[in-house]
């Protein structure tokens, strides 16, 4: 360990050689991307379409598959260190590259874990992390014919296992007549959690083991489509709640050796116990707000925590809330902001824009960050906000 991290400290990184590769060429790499710049930190981007939102970007954009095996080996081999933006990756190239002495971050094993939410929650278990009971099963045929068994009673939570983001492959399973589909790969169950608060941690550390949490939000979710639709900054929590999400999410992150982000998303209950719903090993949708709103920004501190640089400070400078933009053209088609001159005279407000020409339904195509001393006014004037902008064709 101590071998490895003396060769990252020593490396040249800023105006040099050194070339940094990011798997994934969305908004979320866009956004570390900016950052790299900052630092003139030389950027290698793969993603299959050639008008990601990082294409324009990145010193080196590659088109290719980062689900292939053989694009991914050629990616890596090129670069001194790798990191993800997106974790459906080819992780048997991680975990090749890695031998051959590659920096991958985050590596291989917690990718391969986090991909597969069944995998995911058999981790939590095996670690005493807190997450609601669940059953894991090989397909929907073995689900019928053990759940009751397994003492789950309607209503649950059904999940597939691999290959469902946005609330896609989640289903809340009210009666048998709900299982009426038909799923031949994967899945799981879970209690239904009476749900308070969604929370979201984002906890970072760097080679050395140094870890750090950025402020909690609270996130909403849109009811339909399951997206975020708003991320709030601070939580309105208890400190006692807050010190035990800090610590949960600061164990996870080391159970899972992480190096780099982790966004941990929290279920509060109603009893106000704290239970791990899912991670993401990454920049995440629920950190944007950290670039107005904190010391250092979750991309920032991507970059720092994966080159063994000192972490960032994560304070809160000034409160927030996060406004996603996402299409609601049923039609794919070139896209339109409407009303979105129309803010700017609003203080306070700052507009990114991913760069993606199509918009489609649900499809997130950038966010708005409104910052105020007083939070409820944020809240007030980001929801005036998400009324007004409309995402069309
Ligand atoms: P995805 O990975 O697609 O985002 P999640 O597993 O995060 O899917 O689930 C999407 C949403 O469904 C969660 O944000 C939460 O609102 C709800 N949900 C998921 N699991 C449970 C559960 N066990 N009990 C209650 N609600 C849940």
């Given at each position: 360990?101590?071998?490895?991290?003396?060769?990252?400290?020593?490396?040249?990184?800023?105006?040099?050689?050194?070339?940094?590769?990011?798997?994934?060429?969305?908004q979320?790499?866009k956004?570390?991307?900016?950052?790299?710049?900052?630092?003139?930190?030389?950027?290698?981007?793969?993603?299959?379409?050639?008008e990601a939102p990082c294409a324009k970007i990145?010193?080196?954009?590659?088109?290719?598959?980062?689900?292939?095996?053989?694009?991914?080996?050629?990616?890596?081999?090129?670069?001194?260190?790798?990191?993800?933006?997106?974790?459906?990756?080819?992780?048997?190239?991680?975990?090749?590259?890695?031998?051959?002495?590659?920096?991958?971050?985050?590596?291989?094993?917690?990718?391969?874990?986090?991909?597969?939410?069944?995998?995911?929650?058999?981790?939590?278990?095996?670690?005493?992390?807190?997450?609601?009971?669940?059953?894991?099963?090989?397909?929907?045929?073995?689900?019928?014919?053990?759940?009751?068994?397994?003492?789950?009673?309607?209503?649950?939570?059904?999940?597939?296992?691999?290959?469902?983001?946005?609330?896609?492959?989640?289903?809340?399973?009210?009666?048998?007549?709900?299982?009426?589909?038909?799923?031949?790969?994967?899945?799981?169950?879970?209690?239904?959690?009476?749900?308070?608060?969604?929370?979201?941690?984002?906890?970072?550390?760097?080679?050395?083991?140094?870890?750090?949490?950025?402020?909690?939000?609270?996130?909403?979710?849109?009811?339909?489509?399951?997206?975020?639709?708003?991320?709030?900054?601070?939580?309105?929590?208890?400190?006692?709640?807050?010190?035990?999400?800090?610590?949960?999410?600061?164990?996870?992150?080391?159970?899972?050796?992480?190096?780099?982000?982790?966004?941990?998303?929290?279920?509060?209950?109603?009893?106000?116990?704290?239970?791990?719903?899912?991670?993401?090993?990454?920049?995440?949708?629920?950190?944007?707000?950290?670039?107005?709103?904190?010391?250092?920004?979750?991309?920032?501190?991507?970059?720092?925590?994966?080159?063994?640089?000192?972490?960032?400070?994560?304070?809160?400078?000034?409160?927030?809330?996060?406004?996603?933009?996402?299409?609601?053209?049923?039609?794919?088609?070139?896209?339109?902001?409407?009303?979105?001159?129309?803010?700017?005279?609003?203080?306070?407000?700052?507009?990114?824009i991913y760069g993606k020409k199509?918009?489609?339904?649900?499809?997130?195509?950038g966010?708005?960050?409104?910052?105020?001393?007083?939070?409820?006014?944020?809240?007030?004037?980001?929801?005036?906000?998400?009324?007004?902008?409309?995402?069309?064709?």
């Open positions: 360990m101590h071998q490895h991290y003396n060769n990252v400290k020593k490396m040249q990184l800023f105006s040099s050689n050194f070339k940094l590769g990011v798997l994934g060429g969305g979320l790499g956004m570390l991307l900016y950052d790299a710049k900052r630092y003139d930190l030389h950027t290698k981007v793969m993603d299959s379409n050639n990145a010193d080196e954009f590659i088109v290719g598959d980062i689900t292939n095996y053989n694009d991914v080996i050629d990616f890596g081999n090129k670069v001194d260190v790798i990191t993800v933006e997106i974790e459906k990756i080819n992780t048997e190239a991680l975990l090749e590259l890695e031998k051959r002495g590659k920096k991958v971050y985050p590596s291989a094993k917690a990718l391969q874990i986090i991909q597969n939410k069944s995998d995911q929650k058999q981790f939590y278990k095996k670690n005493n992390l807190p997450t609601s009971r669940f059953s894991n099963y090989s397909n929907l045929d073995e689900l019928k014919s053990r759940f009751k068994k397994d003492n789950f009673k309607f209503p649950f939570v059904w999940k597939s296992s691999k290959f469902g983001y946005d609330g896609k492959g989640v289903k809340i399973i009210k009666s048998p007549d709900d299982l009426n589909f038909s799923y031949k790969n994967q899945c799981l169950i879970e209690e239904l959690v009476e749900i308070k608060k969604e929370l979201s941690v984002i906890v970072s550390r760097n080679v050395q083991g140094d870890i750090k949490c950025f402020p909690i939000v609270e996130m909403e979710f849109n009811d339909k489509s399951n997206l975020v639709e708003y991320v709030m900054c601070p939580a309105n929590i208890s400190d006692d709640i807050e010190k035990r999400a800090n610590e949960i999410a600061k164990k996870t992150s080391e159970k899972f050796n992480m190096v780099g982000l982790l966004a941990v998303e929290l279920f509060l209950t109603k009893d106000d116990d704290i239970l791990i719903n899912e991670v993401a090993p990454r920049p995440h949708n629920s950190g944007h707000h950290t670039i107005e709103c904190c010391m250092t920004s979750q991309f920032d501190q991507h970059l720092r925590s994966i080159l063994n640089l000192s972490l960032g400070e994560t304070d809160l400078i000034i409160p927030g809330i996060m406004v996603n933009l996402v299409g609601e053209n049923m039609i794919e088609g070139n896209v339109i902001y409407k009303n979105i001159n129309d803010i700017f005279d609003i203080p306070g407000v700052f507009v990114h199509k918009s489609r339904l649900n499809r997130k195509m966010h708005i960050t409104i910052v105020n001393k007083d939070i409820n006014k944020a809240i007030e004037i980001g929801k005036k906000i998400k009324r007004k902008i409309k995402v069309i064709s």
